[in-house]
């Protein structure tokens, strides 16, 4: 049970919501955004946030749905990770959804909550940032879509009243060799420890979560890793003296941890490219 009242606001248009948000915002109530509401129920529980208002995307259809298009796979920002999975039409994205939280919790967080909340691991952001995808934002200015990693600094950077309505995805990506790796602490379900997830095209892309306090991807780590005049070993080793710099320690694992799982989490992703 939420320990405080609040009041619901369930617009069928982007134009009403942001009417809505504006509104609420202007009566002092601190609107905010739900789709999946996993992540925000389990706060406003906690008593971590108080919104005295929450609007709920779900039924604007430009918030839902995914859908192919010549260029692009699109995929509405309240479309829940179970519906990414069963899709199976960017299968990089489809096993990442598969192995955040369990399948009660998958069929109600959705991937516009998982980008834009705020525990740190964002773990569907990883594709995009692989994939060069594009967002589309709906705000006071209307409707905009932008490179996601313009937006997309480890955690999303939204003005007030913003609201993401879709992800595209370009088409190379959904049949680009790819790769997944997820170490937890405890239960496969849990947080990771290290999440790195890669992309072959036109040498290979990795992002990483768990390993640092938000998730990222390193061109510098690429150049690295792409250099196969040097082995294997070689290659690792260099890459862990980089990111030495951003593992952190928490109660899941050390830094020196985090690390550890890293090399040789690198050096299977090295071994099966070099195997083809």
């Avoid at 939420?2 to 942001?18: D, G, H, K, M």
């Avoid at 509104?23 to 706060?43: C, D, F, H, V, W």
Wanted: aromatic residues 8%; hydrophobic residues 40%.
């Amino acid at each position: 049970m939420i320990p405080f009242n609040f009041q619901y606001c369930r617009p069928s248009t982007l134009a009403e919501a942001r009417d809505a948000f504006r509104q609420l915002q202007n009566e002092g109530k601190r609107p905010m955004y739900y789709a999946g509401g996993s992540e925000t129920i389990t706060m406003c529980r906690a008593g971590s946030i108080q919104p005295g208002a929450v609007i709920d995307i779900k039924k604007i259809p430009e918030c839902n749905g995914i859908s192919e298009h010549e260029d692009s796979l699109d995929i509405g920002a309240a479309c829940t990770l179970n519906q990414i999975k069963d899709a199976k039409l960017f299968p990089l994205l489809g096993l990442i959804c598969g192995r955040i939280a369990d399948h009660t919790n998958q069929c109600r967080i959705t991937i516009g909550g998982n980008v834009c909340g705020t525990i740190i691991y964002r773990e569907t952001s990883l594709p995009l940032m692989l994939s060069d995808a594009q967002i589309s934002i709906w705000g006071e200015e209307g409707l905009k879509t932008v490179p996601f990693q313009s937006m997309f600094c480890g955690r999303m950077e939204l003005a007030p009243g913003e609201l993401v309505t879709k992800l595209h995805v370009p088409r190379w990506a959904l049949h680009a060799p790819y790769f997944h790796a997820k170490h937890t602490a405890q239960e496969k379900i849990d947080y990771p420890v290290v999440s790195m997830a890669a992309l072959v095209h036109n040498g290979l892309r990795i992002a990483f979560s768990g390993l640092a306090s938000r998730p990222f991807r390193s061109v510098r780590l690429e150049t690295i890793l792409n250099n196969t005049q040097e082995s294997v070993t070689s290659r690792v080793e260099k890459a862990a003296r980089l990111l030495q710099e951003h593992a952190y320690g928490d109660a899941e694992a050390s830094g020196a941890y985090r690390i550890f799982v890293l090399k040789n989490t690198l050096t299977s992703l090295l071994e099966e490219l070099n195997h083809g």
